[in-house]
């Protein structure tokens, strides 16, 4: 083709020999870079409009060879320049059909891609919905169980208050029987050691008590603890 462009010893001919080659490497190019083009779908745009406007030039310069091809005078340059005119068509729709196939193997990429982030976004909201029923769930529990202590604990209060108030009882009998029998010191020694005894009584209930609030407090740590810090 060069050949046959040299032939004609014609400056503009050279010359636009050379603007058509440059124009199909530039094409090549920049079809390649369509094909390896990770999207989004702007910068797609913008790299088809920038073959559209090479492709835009090639074809003015194909037309401007084949335009000098047929005012040549001589039958044989005529020819020969026609010849690499129809070459060169044929190279730019090769180009073209290049062209189609990177546009479609890009957008299926881009597709592709876009649908997989869609379905991350997806499994991410479902994990942290997950994550939050989990967590819900979790402090249900802990409710339902620092409830059953609450519970616990104000039975072991209710208990011990009747025991207060079986003690109270028992001591004002003891001081109507004092009362009544102050002459019977043998009933009286009975009445101590039962007032000595419902007052240890108290005193252990009151551990008791101190005791069952202190599991409760210790409990509750532990179930933050473990739902809070589990690593440690």
Known sequence: MAAAAAATGSVPVRVCHQEIVKFDLEIKAAVQDIRDCPGPLSALTELNAAVKEKFRHL?????????MAREQDKESEKQALLQEVESHKKQMLSNQAAWRKANLACKIAIDNSEKDQLLQGRDSLRQRKTTKESLAESASNITESLMSISRMM?????QSEETVQTLANSSRTILEANE??????????????LITKYNRRELTDKLLIFLALALFLATVLYILKKRLFPFL
């Open 154 to 158: 104000s039975q072991q209060v209710q």
């Open 59 to 67: 074809r003015g310069r194909i037309q401007e060879l084949e335009q």
């Open 180 to 193: 009544e029998f102050k002459s019977m010191s043998g009933t009286i020694q009975l009445g101590r050691k």
